[in-house]
Nanobody
Framework: QVQLVESGGGLVQPGGSLRLSCVAS????????MGWYRQAPGKQRELVAA???????QYGDSVRGRFTISGDNAKNTVTLQMNSLKPEDTAVYYC????????????????WGKGTLVNVSS
């Protein structure tokens, strides 16, 4: 089975930076896409940033220019560099991936990590 594990969240001052990492592990045949979503209390989960093996990138309007997504395909890792953080960025950040298992009976599935909390506050 495939698992996604996030790390790097925590408390940071407005204007500060954090780097989130997500590692996909298990019986992975291929990672088709990975990305980051976030959900603040009382709000819908929204796209933060996403990337595909073809090199396409997508950013949410509220983070474009401040956040940067990158990945290491050999290590099945995706990273989110967050700069110029604002209190509005406070949320639980979730790693997401579309991944094919090495088991041929397992279809391509969308996996989610359990999330890591980012709290931007003075």
């Amino acid at each position: 089975q495939v698992q996604l594990v996030e790390s790097g969240g925590g408390l940071v001052q407005p204007g500060g930076s954090l780097r989130l990492s997500c590692v996909a592990s298990g019986n992975i045949f291929r990672v088709y896409s990975m990305g980051w979503y976030r959900q603040a209390p009382g709000k819908q989960r929204e796209l933060v940033a996403a990337m595909t093996p073809a090199g396409k990138f997508q950013y949410g309007d509220s983070v474009r220019g401040r956040f940067t997504i990158s990945g290491d395909n050999a290590k099945n890792t995706v990273t989110l560099q967050m700069n110029s953080l604002k209190p509005e960025d406070t949320a639980v950040y979730y790693c997401n991936g579309a991944i094919r298992d090495t088991d041929p009976e397992v279809a391509i599935m969308e996996y989610w990590g359990k999330g890591t909390l980012v709290n931007v506050s003075s």
